[in-house]
């Protein structure tokens, strides 16, 4: 279970990565005034996910490493 959400949580955080950096690549390539905003709001919601998911990859972890240390789970 603890590998499962590791590999889960990975995946994820590579594709707000992903959606981060193509967001980016527009903005500053493809500079057009009438796309500009859904990318941009599209990119920062990338890089909002992919903070979210470290922060919660941190929060969560050591509590599962206990359970699975301790109670064998």
């Known amino acids: 279970m603890f ?7 990975a995946l994820w955080s590579i594709g707000c990565l992903a959606l981060f950096l193509s967001g980016v690549y527009d903005i500053l390539v493809n500079e057009m005034p009438k796309r500009w905003m859904p990318i941009a709001v ?21 509590w599962l490493l206990i359970l699975r240390l301790y109670f064998h789970v």
Do not use: E, N, R
Not at 3 to 9: E, K
Not at 52 to 57: A, E, I, Q
């Open 3 to 9: 590998i499962l959400l590791g590999a889960f949580s």
């Open 42 to 62: 599209t990119s920062w919601i990338g890089l909002a996910l992919i903070i979210f998911c470290l922060g919660v990859g941190f929060a969560v972890a050591p």
